[in-house]
């Protein structure tokens, strides 16, 4: 069964820095779950990434973390 993450952003987080953030994560995601770059593009506050396996959801939420600490909103 597959699983979803949602991350959510401060209002104070400024829309440039919540849009870069996802459209790196659509990108860097690759087979750990899926962000098609249209959402990523429209982003406001919440980023959710969907239909991740299982048994990759530990790794997907590793790169969600590293990625947070990238783009600090």
Do not use: W, Y
């Not at 993450?5 to 104070?12: A, D, K």
């Not at 953030?21 to 969907?50: K, W």
């Not at 239909?51 to 990625?67: A, D, F, T, V």
């Amino acid at each position: 069964m597959a699983r979803a993450i949602e991350v959510s952003f401060p209002e104070s987080s400024g829309l440039d820095r919540v849009r870069n953030f996802a459209e790196e994560l659509s990108l860097a995601l690759g087979e750990l779950g899926n962000l098609p770059m249209a959402q990523a593009d429209t982003a406001t506050r919440i980023v959710l990434v969907s239909h991740i396996p299982k048994r990759k959801l530990g790794r997907c939420r590793q790169l969600i973390e590293r990625l947070v600490i990238k783009h600090p909103c």
